[in-house]
């Protein structure tokens, strides 16, 4: 019974990830309607009723906020992903501008009712004339617009990033390079020209979106980091310790559980369900700042290349799933879950490589 209520209440990281982002917007959005009231009156917070309007509010503004941060994350994303990144930028802001003027128009009306005590038609007239002839309008229309902007350009920018590294290039946590142990894994689509050759070039891109959409689901579930696509090719890594290498096995699992659920619609699209290699292996990586107009966060040195070689001997030894012997020394696995595969010689290294091959 624990285990079916752990179940049902357990969130994936991508949902987590999403509530985060309404959430920030909720309070972004808050915070600067706070500041904007006590600079517009410094002597709000001395008189008890203002400051007891201030708080109903703010309060107000939270739970529209997270409507509308809602909306931001969730609904306009899936209903306009289709459409150019213009037409997103307008659409958006002219949708949520006449929401927000709903918004403050309603925030207006809770003041004048419930605070200050006046009927409905009252309140509805003072506001009526504060809007026409203080340019109440105007400033709201300018205001909503700049925090809209911000808005869509940090959502931006953010999903632009693999969660967690845009936030490591503001900070400038890599400005300098660092050395650090990662668990480096390459994942790409199985017989790939042959698809490419049936489905043709749209049909086929089409194919690898949702490919790598589905795999990238479960590598962000067990808080993988994306380092990047290359065609139908995900790099991820983990920083090393025990817990995460048994989160690295979890994604690849997950990965090929997510492609099962699709298979259908997989079947339905393209007359293929997608299989997948993979490559793993640890080591010491360089990670910096690198870019001059276009900045991101790149990881250089050997394990990179021998995960790369890795990824590449599934072909000639006809194993799916192929991890070196020192990611296999620091995961706890079944001997019936493994097959060694020897010493391999792999292209570009100067010595052999042990490997072993998953049975998952």
Not at 58 to 67: A, G, P, Y
Not at 83 to 101: E, G, M, Q
Not at 235 to 252: E, G, I, P, Q, Y
Request: proline share 2%; aromatic share 14%.
């Amino acid at each position: 019974m624990i285990l079916f209520r752990y179940r049902w209440f357990k969130i994936s990281n991508i949902t987590k990830y999403r509530i985060r982002s309404v959430l920030f917007i909720a309070l972004l959005w808050t915070l600067v309607d706070w500041i904007t009231v006590l600079l517009r009156n410094q002597e709000i917070a001395s008189h008890v009723q203002r400051e007891h309007s201030l708080w109903m509010r703010e309060i107000l503004m939270f739970i529209l906020s997270v409507i509308m941060g809602y909306l931001f994350v969730y609904k306009f994303k899936r209903m306009m992903r289709h459409y150019p990144l213009w037409f997103n930028f307008i659409a958006k802001s002219i949708i949520l501008l006449a929401s927000a003027l709903v918004i403050s128009f309603l925030i207006q009306f809770v003041s004048f009712t419930l605070v200050s005590g006046q009927t409905p038609d009252f309140a509805l007239h003072n506001i009526l004339v504060y809007a026409l002839h203080k340019n109440w309008l105007l400033q709201k229309i300018i205001y909503w617009i700049v925090i809209f902007f911000v808005t869509q350009l940090f959502l931006l920018i953010n999903e632009r990033y693999s969660p967690g590294v845009f936030m490591d290039i503001f900070l400038g946590r890599y400005t300098q390079p660092k050395i650090e142990k990662r668990i480096i894994m390459f994942m790409d689509l199985k017989d790939s020209t042959p698809i490419a050759e049936k489905l043709g070039h749209q049909l086929y891109f089409k194919f690898i979106r949702d490919f790598i959409y589905q795999v990238s689901a479960a590598i962000i579930e067990y808080e993988g980091r994306i380092y990047q696509y290359v065609g139908d090719e995900a790099v991820s890594s983990w920083l090393f310790d025990k817990m995460n290498t048994r989160k690295c096995m979890d994604a690849v699992i997950l990965a090929r559980k997510n492609i099962q659920k699709k298979s259908e619609h997989f079947r339905r699209e393209y007359g293929i369900v997608p299989e997948f290699r993979v490559g793993i292996h640890l080591g010491d990586v360089t990670v910096g700042e690198i870019g001059v107009i276009k900045k991101d966060l790149a990881m250089t040195g050997d394990t990179m290349n021998t995960t790369a070689r890795i990824r590449s001997a599934t072909n000639e030894l006809n194993h799916n799933f192929i991890v070196s012997k020192v990611f296999m020394e620091n995961i706890d696995l079944e001997e019936w879950q493994t097959q060694n595969l020897g010493p391999v010689d792999l292209k570009g290294k100067g010595t052999e490589v042990e490997l072993f091959s998953l049975n998952i």
